[in-house]
């Protein structure tokens, strides 16, 4: 008896080093994550439906969003200041996009949103939640597109000298995925992916 009660208190101690173990690494990936998104603000674009005819709209539809965006947030120190800029100018973001929806129902908001992983040139940024302006036409049935308008990345072939303007240290090297850095960005994808699936379950 005295033995199986030894045996239990070791493994009910290991347990519980694994579960203190667990929840500090997904204190920490949850600190990432929040530390990445408060520096981004992404940009997504849902067409009508998948007819062609709706995807190459919703293409136009994003081209005349970014030739707005692009001016308006020139200049921006960050992001809660490019935020700010968007935030301020939703009704003209709006009538950007009516310009060009040829008579669809356009909806546009600001706020935090679901994305999954999105590797770029030269970084990734991991799956989680952002800032995001999102843009639907109609029911929003159609396939998707985003990318990320500050820093300016939609409109950027340099996209990792963009991010390298606003981000530093760890961030950096994290999302770049630098040597020493591939585990702890795995750790941040995999911490996003979890609460992604704890989402759907509610």
């Excluded at 009660?5 to 929840?23: F, G, I, P, Q, Y």
């Excluded at 929003?140 to 990345?153: K, R």
């Excluded at 999302?175 to 020493?180: A, D, N, P, R, Y």
Aim: a negative charge; one cysteine or more; hydrophobic letters at 45%.
């Amino acid at each position: 008896m005295r033995y199986y009660e030894k045996h239990l208190r070791a493994w009910e101690l290991a347990a519980l080093l694994a579960l203190s173990a667990a929840l500090c690494l997904g204190c920490w990936a949850q600190g990432r994550q929040e530390a990445l998104s408060g520096q981004v603000v992404r940009l997504h674009v849902l067409a009508v439906s998948d007819e062609e005819e709706e995807q190459t709209l919703k293409l136009r539809v994003r081209d005349a969003v970014l030739g707005y965006l692009a001016p308006e947030l020139e200049g921006a120190a960050d992001a809660s200041e490019a935020r700010e800029r968007i935030a301020a100018r939703l009704p003209q973001i709006r009538a950007a996009a009516e310009s060009a929806a040829e008579g669809r129902a356009v909806s546009v908001t600001l706020g935090e949103e679901r994305y999954p992983l999105r590797r770029y040139e030269g970084f990734a940024l991991p799956a989680g939640r952002y800032e995001s302006l999102r843009v639907v036409l109609g029911e929003g049935a159609g396939h998707n597109w985003w990318c990320v308008v500050f820093p300016p990345l939609c409109l950027s072939a340099a996209q990792g000298e963009e991010v390298k303007s606003v981000m530093r240290g760890e961030d950096l090297a994290l999302i770049s995925e630098e040597e020493g850095y591939e585990l702890r960005f795995r750790l941040v994808e995999l911490w996003g992916e979890l609460t992604a699936l704890l989402d759907r379950a509610r």
